[in-house]
């Protein structure tokens, strides 16, 4: 399903932002010239718009195999590696208050991570144990009808 979907939506969403790129970047990019960089290096273009699919049917599998919120963590830390690396590769200076703010919003969504995880787990344990409290009741049920005990 989550392929057949992707197969409905990919073609929309590739058009809607071949069209926006053509109507908001295309007059620089014929200006600069940038076209023939493209046309110079199709290979190279080719296998950076595959690794671009890779990672959208990655994303379904992730999800499928985990959950959207084992995505978000592994979202926030792609995320936190570019900072990282900006501020020790090329000495970014960042500001104590674009410190703090980063900081309070990775603790943030640590946060929430954590009380999704444990709503799910507390889920989880609910639904085992009504479905074994149902078992333990068919048992005796069925075990009252036999006479047996």
Do not use: H
Not at 11 to 37: M, N, W
Not at 79 to 105: D, F, K, M, Q, R
Not at 127 to 134: G, P, S
Request: aromatic share 6%; glycine share 8%.
């Amino acid at each position: 399903q989550v392929l057949e979907s992707i197969y409905w939506l990919a073609p929309a969403g590739g058009l809607c932002l071949f069209l926006t790129g053509v109507i908001v970047e295309g007059p620089k990019v014929r200006e600069t010239g940038d076209v023939s960089k493209v046309l110079a290096n199709p290979l190279t273009f080719f296998l950076a718009a595959s690794l671009g699919l890779c990672v959208q049917l990655l994303t379904n599998i992730v999800i499928k195999a985990t959950s959207a919120t084992a995505l978000k963590v592994l979202s926030q830390i792609r995320n936190t590696i570019p900072v990282i690396y900006g501020i020790v590769v090329y000495a970014e200076i960042i500001t104590s208050t674009s410190a703090i703010g980063y900081l309070i919003s990775v603790l943030a969504f640590g946060a929430y991570t954590k009380i999704k995880m444990d709503v799910a787990a507390a889920k989880s344990a609910a639904d085992k144990a009504a479905a074994a409290e149902k078992a333990t009741e068919d048992i005796e049920m069925g075990q009252a009808k036999t006479g047996t005990s």
